[in-house]
């Protein structure tokens, strides 16, 4: 059936009242200052608002509503036209309501509408509108019809339902929408500010809206939504995401809206927009590259083999697995650059990070530990490598992608007088060295001494590595002997062209990340944001031994109320027989009956 969005708005507007809520129509908001104590003023035409929470749900006005707040959001409005047709004979005889449709070939949709049909479509040649910002007095006004461009769109839809074409039109519909550049929402609050959640970019706003409603007052109130929403947190963007990539990217998702997309598509509207020294000379030697957080990475080396996405195997899945072989039986070079680095420093370092951290920070130098971060309802809001590499200094690595979402856990904690953290992700790089052969091609390229005695598993030291200084961390994601080295943005080319020459003697090369994920899977390593979540407990995950309850830490009381649950579902290593498609991640698992039991993460 069909609801009038504004009655459902006003509805909603009654029972918020009646919750105590005041709403003050015809109030333009004019400013919003963020105070000392954590709270905002608003300021209105009609006085101020203080309030604990500024909510920029201001649609097409996001970015100007946000630009109060010195806060720039990777959005802008495009154009989009519908059309209703007049009163259709065959379907004012029908005693029942038709089913929405949308023709993902044709690229258009239709539903009932009254006694007819709504058309729209996503055309190829779209329309940008207030590229620079939506004009303050704008009303939605509706813009001037533009149907020539759409009409490929309608042609395929009146050949799908005849009568489309022989109806009148009714009323045509061309306004505007506001875009993400996935597409996606920017949902949640902003983790460099207190008190300030985003609402915006909301495409198919109406229909979304509850759950929506839901998950924000679930943010604010509890501290965290209960589901995982990282594919809509405003975090996945960080200060990358300017103007161009925002528009390049806009201008392709809705274009393609209606395509069919397949797992681990990888789009190139927008692109490159960081890239590393080597990404040149990486290029050359046949790197097919990937987009994670803003960086280029290679995903494999075989440029004669163009990326593709699919449920089968591509052809690239050859590719990969030759770069696997590789690494298992020889070693592999592994650009680790986009993952992301911390440095925490003074003397109040140890105490700071064990406050933040669920397990027990390294008391000697040189040694690593894994931990788990815990998220505000007791699942898996990280996990991190933390390395002491001086008696007042920590190395920290975690999931690149999830470095501004990380942000709102770091800033939970004070940090000590004297004590400084900071993001080095941006200003070094790093190679993760793997496989049986790792320690022969550098010692190649080092008067370090790499045994088992002098340099054990998780031990770590500052080495030199043809000429570039390192710090060296022995661990791979991989599950193979090997050895992190961390180095100076100025320094990777250098770095990776010693590895790559040193490696090709002994037949090691570079390794994409397509193999990377392969193996670490072989090996039972989770990933962040695919087998580890807020979603999931740490005893589900297989994490809860890596926490420590004689301390105190970030979320401990989360986890103590889970702790003694029984889990949920257990993360676990399955082999399964397939001849050309490979469970990516999502899939359903169940027993032969047909109960259902599980899902695929990874």
Not at 8 to 21: K, P, S
Not at 98 to 116: F, H, I, N, T
Not at 431 to 442: E, I, K, T
Request: hydrophobic share 40%; with cysteine; aromatic share 10%.
């Amino acid at each position: 059936g069909n609801v009038d969005p504004s009655g459902v708005t006003n509805a909603y507007a009654v029972g918020a009242r009646q919750r105590g809520a005041e709403i003050h129509r015809f109030t333009p908001g004019i400013g919003t200052e963020a105070q000392a104590d954590g709270t905002w003023i608003v300021r209105t035409e009609k006085g101020d608002i203080r309030t604990p929470w500024v909510i920029n749900a201001a649609g097409l006005w996001a970015r100007e509503v946000a630009a109060m707040a010195g806060l720039e959001l990777p959005l802008i409005p495009t154009e989009h036209q519908y059309f209703v047709t007049e009163t259709i004979a065959e379907i004012a005889a029908l005693d029942r309501r038709l089913p929405s449709v949308a023709d993902r070939d044709g690229e258009y949709y239709l539903r009932q509408e009254g006694k007819g049909l709504l058309v729209g479509a996503y055309e190829r040649d779209m329309r940008f509108w207030a590229e620079e910002g939506t004009p303050q007095g704008f009303g939605h006004e509706l813009f001037p019809d533009d149907l020539e461009r759409i009409e490929d769109n309608m042609m395929r839809a009146i050949d799908r339902v005849p009568v489309v074409g022989e109806a009148g039109i009714k009323r045509v519909i061309n306004g505007p929408m506001i875009w993400s550049p996935d597409s996606s929402a920017l949902f949640g609050p902003v983790p460099e500010m207190q008190g300030y959640f985003c609402c915006c970019g909301i495409i198919p706003g109406f229909s979304q809206n509850g759950g929506l409603g839901k998950l924000a007052a679930e943010w604010m109130v509890e501290g965290e939504p209960s589901l995982d929403l990282f594919g809509w947190d405003l975090a996945r963007f960080g200060h990358w995401a300017g103007k161009a990539f925002t528009k390049a990217r806009v201008a392709d998702q809705y274009a393609h809206r209606f395509a069919i997309h397949f797992p681990g598509e990888e789009r190139a509207a927008g692109r490159p927009v960081r890239m590393r020294p080597a990404h040149g000379v990486q290029q050359e030697m046949g790197a097919v590259f990937g987009l994670n957080y803003g960086w280029e990475h290679p995903l494999y080396f075989d440029a004669e083999t163009p990326d593709s996405a699919g449920f089968i195997r591509q052809p690239w899945w050859g590719s990969v697995g030759r770069e696997a072989k590789m690494l298992r039986e020889v070693a592999g070079i592994i650009d680790i650059s986009n993952f992301a680095k911390y440095r925490v420093a003074g003397p109040g370092a140890e105490t700071w990070l064990d406050a933040i951290f669920a397990n027990r920070m390294p008391t000697k130098v040189g040694r690593s530990c894994l931990t788990p971060l815990i998220g505000k309802r007791g699942g898996i809001a990280g996990d991190f490598t933390v390395t002491r590499i001086a008696e007042d200094e920590f190395w920290v690595i975690g999931s690149g992608m999830a470095e501004r979402f990380h942000q709102r856990f770091f800033r939970a904690v004070p940090l000590p007088e004297g004590t400084t953290f900071e993001s080095r992700t941006e200003a070094v790089c790093g190679f993760n060295v793997a496989g049986p052969r790792s320690r022969d091609l550098l010692t190649r390229l080092t008067n370090a001494d790499l045994s088992n005695g002098a340099f054990p598993f998780f031990r770590s030291a500052r080495i030199t590595v043809a000429g570039i200084e390192c710090l060296a961390v022995r661990v791979s994601f991989t599950g193979d002997l090997g050895w992190e080295l961390h180095c100076a943005e100025a320094d990777q080319l250098a770095l990776f062209t010693a590895l790559t020459d040193a490696g090709r003697e002994m037949g090691a090369g570079p390794v994409g990340s397509r193999a990377l994920m392969s193996l670490r899977v072989e090996k039972g390593y989770g990933s962040w944001g695919r087998d580890y979540s807020p979603e999931y407990w740490p005893h589900e995950s297989g994490l809860a031994g890596l926490i420590r309850d004689d301390k105190d830490s970030l979320n401990k009381a989360a986890w103590e109320a889970i702790r003694d649950k029984a889990p949920r579902e257990v993360m676990s290593i399955l082999e399964i027989e397939v001849e050309d498609a490979d469970a990516l991640g999502g899939e359903p698992v169940f027993l032969p009956d047909g109960t259902p039991l599980g899902q695929v993460s990874s």
